[in-house]
């Protein structure tokens, strides 16, 4: 989902950018408000910050014949909503873009918006509705954490789309072109995420029980238990 | 049964990941002899398909730095994944140890 350095056009490159800067701001707000009203919370903070690092550096071979990586921030954006992923997608897509030329600075703010905000929020609603119509709670954590994966790529292309628009077709030809490229890759990426988020959720349900329940991603540990 | 489901998980993870490799098979050269490359980036695709899109579109901005060889750029990558498997590995040890130590306390106390 990196859009390389310097293929946004500038008008692009600075629109996105200020439209990243308040969500990384908001983010950091939130985070240092929770921290320091629940510090005991700042062990899960990491793990967040953790897998978002090692999923965005797996670059995994896809059936297109292509690869990708996954995003990895479904997880932390159920534990401490979706804003607080916003400065630590930042954080990693800073990483990759200035010592790995993966990514770039020019279309930093592009790619948090598509990775650390599309994909975040995504999650949230995905993981809220599906608990609201009674869903297992691993098949909701799945699907949020697949979803939030799929949109950031689907995001990734409508950006690429909007900036490069097909000569004959307009966005939609320009679109589905770049959603080949991203979207297909990423499906079976998606449902590796999906399953990686759960096999992570288990371990902290059966070890930080309590801060889930404060952070009201589980109702009562019998609840999940059973 | 949770760690049943979790290992089925694990091995899932791992069988899509292995899947396309044994599923795409490298094309033939083409015309012009060159070797077809499979599994290249799907950033670097969409990087051609602005190309073929709008062709006059120039890069106006360079990255600061590139990983000097293939190598050095997987050394990163590498340090990326270490760092961020090495914090979930001390977490989940920490953990671990917390919840048996609560328990033989717990234990303890009955006795």
Redo the contacts between chains.
């Keep these: 989902?990196?859009?390389?350095?310097?293929?946004l056009?500038?008008k692009h490159a600075i629109g996105w950018s200020i439209a990243a800067a308040p969500f990384v701001v908001y983010g950091l707000y939130t985070i240092n408000k929770r921290i320091k009203e629940k510090p005991e919370q700042r062990?899960l903070l990491?793990?967040a910050?953790?897998?978002?690092?090692?999923?965005?550096?797996?670059?995994?071979?896809?059936?297109?014949?292509?690869?990708?990586h996954p995003t990895g921030t479904g997880l932390g954006a159920i534990l401490f909503g979706p804003a607080a992923m916003a400065p630590i997608g930042a954080i990693?897509l800073l990483?990759?873009?200035?010592?790995?030329?993966?990514?770039?600075?020019?279309t930093l703010g592009a790619n948090i918006i598509s990775m650390a905000v599309v994909g975040p929020f995504a999650a949230v609603a995905i993981f809220r509705s599906a608990k609201a119509v009674k869903v297992p709670f691993?098949l909701s954590i799945f699907l949020a954490a697949s979803c939030a994966d799929l949109l950031t790529y689907v995001t990734?292309s409508a950006q690429?789309a909007f900036a490069?628009?097909?000569?004959a077709g307009g966005f939609a030809a320009?679109f589905a072109?770049?959603a080949s490229?991203?979207a297909i890759?990423?499906i079976?990426?998606a449902?590796?995420e999906g399953?990686?988020t759960?096999?992570?959720m288990?371990?902290l349900v059966?070890?930080?029980a309590p801060e889930l329940q404060e952070m009201k991603v589980t109702a009562a540990v019998q609840e999940v238990l059973t | 049964m949770?760690r049943y489901?979790?290992l089925l998980?694990?091995i899932?993870?791992v069988a899509?990941?292995a899947?396309?490799?044994w599923?795409?098979k490298k094309p033939a050269p083409g015309p012009d002899g060159k070797n077809v490359e499979?599994?290249?980036?799907?950033?670097?695709?969409?990087?051609d398909?602005?190309g073929t899109?709008?062709p006059a579109?120039k890069?106006?901005?360079?990255?600061?730095?590139?990983?000097p060889s293939g190598e050095i750029?997987s050394l990163?990558?590498?340090l990326?994944?270490a760092?961020?498997?090495?914090?979930?590995g001390y977490?989940?040890g920490s953990?671990?140890t917390?919840?048996k130590m609560r328990r033989e306390i717990e234990k303890e106390a009955r006795c």
């Design positions: 989902m990196h859009i390389m350095e310097g293929f056009p500038v062990m990491g793990v910050a953790a897998f978002t690092f090692v999923l965005s550096a797996l670059k995994m071979p896809s059936v297109t014949g292509s690869c990708s990693v990483f990759q873009a200035i010592l790995l030329a993966h990514g770039g600075l020019t691993a990734t690429l490069f628009p097909d000569p320009s072109k770049f490229v991203f890759t990423q079976p990426l449902i590796s399953l990686l759960v096999v992570v288990n371990a059966r070890f930080n | 949770k489901q979790n998980m694990m899932a993870v899509l990941v899947f396309p490799l599923m795409v499979i599994f290249s980036g799907a950033d670097d695709k969409a990087k398909l602005v899109i709008a579109y890069p106006w901005f360079k990255p600061l730095m590139e990983p750029g990163l990558f590498a990326q994944a760092l961020g498997a090495g914090f979930i977490w989940y953990s671990k917390r919840a």
